[in-house]
């Protein structure tokens, strides 16, 4: 017996988003099924949908940020029951065993963990499909508590979006006192100006486009640096702690790297690939500055960044979408028109 499952997938690199009927596995003890309310939409689930990053296996069906309602559970779930809502984020599974796992960086599996989607299950082998359907099942150690009146569509960035800008500023201990720099301002770039202003820090935000200023201050920037004109980037040498780098696609990072403080660091949390052009270590070396990188967060920092933002009422800036809009959702995004996150509305899956 098999759960049957309507979604929205890419059947290749080229073929836009439409819709599949596909099966997912009856719920094993641990599991939690939940009915797909809301789905953030990913600049991953573009790269994914249309293999930027030379691993997908279609069909994908896209889709990391995902709310809804609990409709059953297996014999061994204490964590949830019927009715419940819950999130899932980026990851589905992982080994469970290894030290980064044991230490809550379920991210980092020794063993790679399991992607939500374009994963494959540790335990069947299946393929994973993502949260663009109506239906999804993961064990209860992957599933999210929604906090007791979070906004649930607004809330669904939070599940990458939110802790993959949460993971680096808790990991370099962002505070008051700190000076952040967040590259971008996309859905992660606007998370991480809310959440580093709300941790109580000082900050900046580096962007292409001046039309974005107004935005930046209500998000929570207090100073914005275009980086496209020289003078005001040269103008802000030794500033920063750390500088969040949200941008998708390859940049030069050369420019950035002189602005962050003694021992700051640049962390990359959004391309995937080799720096080009090249970084010179000049400025590395001369600031004992690092540049890194971040992969989303573990489970228990995902529950505690949840808790963070149902507390200090932080969610994302959302536009609702119907599911069938999805091809035209992406068109925007790589246009940087989108304010800051589309969420798509599950209901509108066969509308
Ligand atoms: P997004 O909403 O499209 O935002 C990206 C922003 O980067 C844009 O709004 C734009 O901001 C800037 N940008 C876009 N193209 C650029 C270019 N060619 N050069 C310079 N700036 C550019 O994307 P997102 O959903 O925030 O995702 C950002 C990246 O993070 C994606 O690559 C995604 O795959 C990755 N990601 C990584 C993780 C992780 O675990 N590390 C998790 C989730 C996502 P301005 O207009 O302000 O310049
Ligand atoms: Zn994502």
Redesign the pocket.
Request: proline share 3%; aromatic share 6%; net charge positive.
């Given at each position: 017996m098999t759960l049957n499952v309507l979604g929205y997938a890419a059947r290749s690199a080229q073929s836009p988003l439409a819709p599949l009927e596909f099966t997912r596995r009856d719920p094993r003890p641990d599991d939690v099924v939940l009915e797909v309310l809301y789905c953030g939409v990913?600049?991953?689930d573009l790269?994914q949908a249309r293999n930027d990053w030379g691993i997908s296996a279609y069909p994908v069906v896209p889709g990391h940020e995902v709310v809804g309602r609990v409709t059953s559970v297996g014999k061994d779930v204490t964590k949830f029951k019927p009715g419940d809502f819950a999130g899932i984020g980026c990851m589905v599974d992982s080994c469970r065993q290894c030290s980064p796992c044991r230490h809550g960086l379920e991210q980092y599996c020794e063993e790679g963990n399991v992607q939500t989607y374009n994963g494959v299950d540790r335990h069947d082998g299946l393929p994973t499909y993502g949260g663009y359907s109506n239906t999804i099942v993961a064990s209860q150690d992957f599933v999210l508590r929604m906090p007791a009146g979070i906004d649930l569509q607004a809330a669904a960035p939070l599940l990458?979006?939110g802790i993959?800008t949460w993971s680096p500023l808790r990991r370099w201990k962002i505070g008051q006192g700190s000076k952040v720099a967040v590259i971008?301002?996309?859905?992660?770039?606007h998370m991480a100006l809310k959440l580093a202003n709300a941790l109580g820090a000082d900050v900046t935000l580096f962007?292409?486009?001046a039309n974005?200023e107004a935005d930046a201050r209500r998000l929570g920037a207090h100073h914005i640096v275009l980086s496209t004109d020289d003078a005001q980037v040269a103008a802000v040498k030794n500033q920063y702690d750390l500088i969040i780098d949200?941008?998708?696609?390859v940049?030069d990072i050369n420019p950035y790297v002189p602005t962050l403080n003694l021992d700051g660091t640049l962390v990359f949390?959004?391309?995937l690939g080799d720096i080009n052009p090249m970084l010179n270590t000049l400025s590395l070396i001369l600031g004992r500055r690092s540049v890194a990188g971040?992969?989303?967060g573990g489970i228990a920092e995902t529950q505690e960044m949840l808790d963070f933002c149902a507390q200090h009422g932080i969610a994302s800036d959302i536009e609702m979408i119907k599911m069938r809009d999805i091809n035209a959702a992406y068109e925007r995004?790589l246009k940087?028109d989108?304010k800051y996150r589309f969420v798509i509305d599950m209901a509108s899956l066969r509308a």
């Open positions: 990913c600049h991953s790269h990458c979006a993959t971008g301002l996309g859905g992660l770039g962007t292409r486009s974005k949200t941008v998708p696609y940049h949390v959004g391309f971040s992969c989303i995004m940087s989108v």
